[in-house]
């Protein structure tokens, strides 16, 4: 009875000295919070889609589970190296780079972001479809087009303004 009743008394101790730890450590990372869940959400994306390609591509029995176990160490060694980049920015650069705050961690992020999205990118043209790259340029493409005929439509043309100064 004695061992529960010390063993109460150090998870109580551990408890009262753990919380305010990690409410501290929460609360400096607070403003790098949507990095670290939006670069959580591409690795999670980029897990279902492969997942799924997976299954279309080999059937139920091509999934493996075990194939999942890179999925931890990948979110949290992309998470730390986030949260390393912005102790670099907060404790070693201070002022902002540029004028842009914390922009070391801006581009580690953004640098993990643009690994899942090319991974999805691959994932996707296993599957038979066109690659993410060609179908933005297409877009881009088509909203210039769109743009260069909206602006032909609003601003008349030169030879109109002549034959409405001649009447």
Do not use: H
């Not at 493996?64 to 160490?73: R, T, W």
């Not at 210039?144 to 602006?151: E, G, V």
């Amino acid at each position: 009875m004695k061992f529960l009743l010390a063993l109460k008394d150090f998870l109580y101790d551990i408890k009262e000295f753990l919380i305010p730890i990690i409410t501290i450590i929460l609360t400096f990372i607070t403003p790098i919070k949507g990095m670290l869940i939006t670069t959580t959400l591409f690795v999670a994306i980029d897990t279902l889609f492969g997942i799924y390609a997976s299954i279309k591509l080999g059937g139920i029995k091509s999934y493996k589970s075990s194939k999942l176990f890179n999925l931890v160490p990948k979110t949290f060694f992309y998470l730390s190296t986030i949260i390393l980049a912005y102790l670099v920015n907060q404790f070693l650069i201070i002022t902002p780079v540029w004028g842009i705050e914390n922009l070391i961690t801006k581009a580690v992020c953004a640098f993990w972001i643009y690994i899942e999205i090319k991974s999805l990118d691959e994932t996707s043209m296993k599957l038979g479809n066109k690659s993410f790259w060609v179908l933005l340029k297409e877009a881009i493409r088509k909203l210039y087009s769109i743009k260069k005929d909206l602006s032909e439509l609003i601003e008349p043309k030169n030879d109109d303004k002549k034959d409405e100064e001649e009447l």
